[in-house]
């Protein structure tokens, strides 16, 4: 039986039926035979590629103009001192630090190299030093700004939060314009030396903001963060073994794999030459819980879930208890639930993957564990984890370290012939599609299903043949690979094409 609750499920459910999943096993048994006709038709020719128009999008943040913008601040750093204790992932830390870089140039600041907070749903001790290569981060970014690996000797003993310098995300609202920096840090800055910026997720607008503030924050990103030898020679091994032949040499490999790129990893072929399309299920417990969405595994998944938010996130526990929330149903119509793996099988066979496609799956523990692959490894067979490609020993020095696993999980899916996110608002995913996007050339698609039109169109599932299905479906997708500039206050790390970032060599 299938676990994926549609619409009608969830609303069975509300009134108190058991959720019957027959309509959903019809779609998925239409798709088995709808893969079984096509294994020898050619695919759909855009399958892997992105539209024309994206190859006139080339990388230039590292190009530096400090000068032409009015001279910015300054490199020197002379100011003080900012350290900041970044939370969440790898992924919610990753804009931190950039973030962090580029406020450390408004105001003339030495960055000290960021902290990481120790997660109680990541469970990952890592420091920026385990992750990404600290000299290269130094080295690479001195242009731009000042960076040291400690706070000096005189100031290491201050008592930060008795004199004022301890800022929490309480104190500076979400995606802050750089004018409230200006005005409300700096003064701190200036008479205490140093500034403590504790948790720092998101804490900087898009727009707007200077010129030159912004492509260095895109350098930062693209450019300056680069993983330590140990996750670059694995994430090389991942690759090799993932396409059947040594990463090329390309802007995108030297970044993520640094002289691992075009070096045959020992071990590393086992198979012939081949495309791989990635996949990232976000569909951890942590994810599931959150979304406060329902999956059709009755009173034990509600029961669950919920002991989960309790321990994970009490806030939405008790925001639960006092305050009436939109129900399972508005909110899978709203696209507001993550896809399950039934969903996410169904949509790439409708766009033309065929039965026999190499496919990398990419995330932590999938909620519901096999049960909830079933779907997708009945109609894919050749699907393989970081778990099956890699060696027991090849993952051990990464064991108990979820970002460093997630790291791999990055350089696979960003090199991938094409990837496909499940969840548009994923972190991870968004990172992921600006790195395609930045160093893709135009030959690295990535499919982000709008989940609102695609639940719209699974409440059909009674009913609806494939050719609609399939029509639909290729439809949405189509809208989404369109190329555009970045939309006003959209995220840099998300949608790079932009001046600051990109540059179009059409002007």
């Known amino acids: ?32 035979h709808a893969l079984a006709e096509v294994d020898n038709r050619p695919e759909p020719k855009d399958l892997w590629k992105e539209p024309i128009n994206a190859t006139l999008w080339k ?57 990481f907070l120790y997660s109680n749903v990541w469970l990952d001790k890592s420091q920026f030093r385990d992750i990404y290569q600290e000299d290269y981060f130094i080295k690479y970014l001195k242009p731009d700004i000042r960076i040291v690996k400690e706070l000096p000797l005189e100031l290491q003993s201050l008592d930060l939060e008795a004199i004022g310098s301890l800022v929490n995300d309480t104190d500076v609202m ?6 409230i920096y200006v005005k409300k840090i700096l003064p ?9 910026f504790v948790g720092f997720g998101n804490r900087l607008s898009f727009d707007p903001i200077p010129f030159q503030l912004q492509r260095l924050r895109c350098r930062c990103n693209f450019h300056a963060l680069r993983f330590v030898h140990k996750i670059q020679e694995t994430g090389a091994l991942l690759v090799e073994r993932l396409h059947g032949h040594m990463p090329h040499l390309s802007p995108l490999q030297d970044n993520l794999l640094g002289h691992f790129a075009g070096k045959s990893v020992p071990g590393g072929n086992r198979n012939g030459s081949s495309k791989y399309l990635a996949v990232h299920l976000r569909f951890e417990i942590d994810m599931v819980a959150y979304s406060m969405c329902y999956f059709g595994g009755g009173k034990d998944e509600e029961e669950e879930l919920e002991m989960y938010r309790q321990i994970h996130f009490p806030a939405l526990t008790e925001i639960k208890r006092t305050t009436k ?10 696209g507001k639930c993550p896809l399950a793996p039934e969903e996410a099988v169904l949509m790439l066979a409708a766009i033309g993957f065929k039965r026999r496609t190499s496919i990398y ?8 564990g096999g049960r ?6 009945r109609l894919y067979p050749a699907l393989v984890t970081k778990e099956t490609l890699l060696s027991p020993s090849e993952l051990e020095p990464f064991r108990n370290f979820s970002s460093q696993l997630a790291a791999l999980d990055f350089i696979a899916c960003a090199s991938a012939d094409a990837f496909a996110m499940t969840d548009p608002g994923s972190q991870f995913s968004s990172l992921v599609q600006g790195y395609r996007m930045y160093y893709g050339g135009g030959d690295l698609p990535t499919l982000r299903p709008n989940k609102r039109r695609l639940a719209s169109i699974l409440v ?17 997708i189509q809208q989404t690979k369109q190329v555009h500039e970045r939309p006003i206050a959209r995220s840099i790390f998300r949608h790079p094409r932009c001046p600051e970032c990109m540059c179009r060599t059409d002007n």
């Not at 601040?73 to 992932?89: C, F, K, M, P, Q």
């Not at 701190?188 to 403590?196: A, C, G, P, T, W």
């Not at 929330?325 to 709203?334: D, N, Q, T």
């Not at 799956?361 to 519901?368: D, V």
């Open 188 to 196: 701190i800055l200036l008479k205490n030396r140093v500034v403590h």
């Open 372 to 377: 909830r692959m079933a779907a997708i490894s």
């Open 325 to 334: 929330l939109p129900s399972a149903a508005f909110l899978r119509s709203e």
């Open 59 to 115: 990388p230039c943040s590292d190009q530096r103009d400090w000068e032409a913008s009015g001279n910015i601040s300054s490199s020197e750093g002379t100011n003080g001192y900012i350290i900041i204790s970044a939370n969440g992932g790898i992924n919610q830390q990753r804009v931190a630090i950039c973030n962090a870089v580029t406020i450390s140039r408004l105001l003339n600041a030495t960055l000290v190299i960021p902290k």
């Open 174 to 179: 979400k995606e802050a314009k750089p004018s």
């Open 460 to 476: 059909k599932n009674a009913t609806i043949e494939w050719k609609e299905f399939e029509t639909r479906v290729n439809k949405l």
């Open 1 to 32: 039986n299938s676990s994926l609750s549609t619409l009608e499920e969830v609303n069975a459910t509300e009134k108190g039926k058991r959720p019957h999943p027959v309509m959903l096993t019809r779609l998925l048994a239409l798709a088995a």
């Open 361 to 368: 799956i990419a995330g932590a523990e999938i909620y519901g």
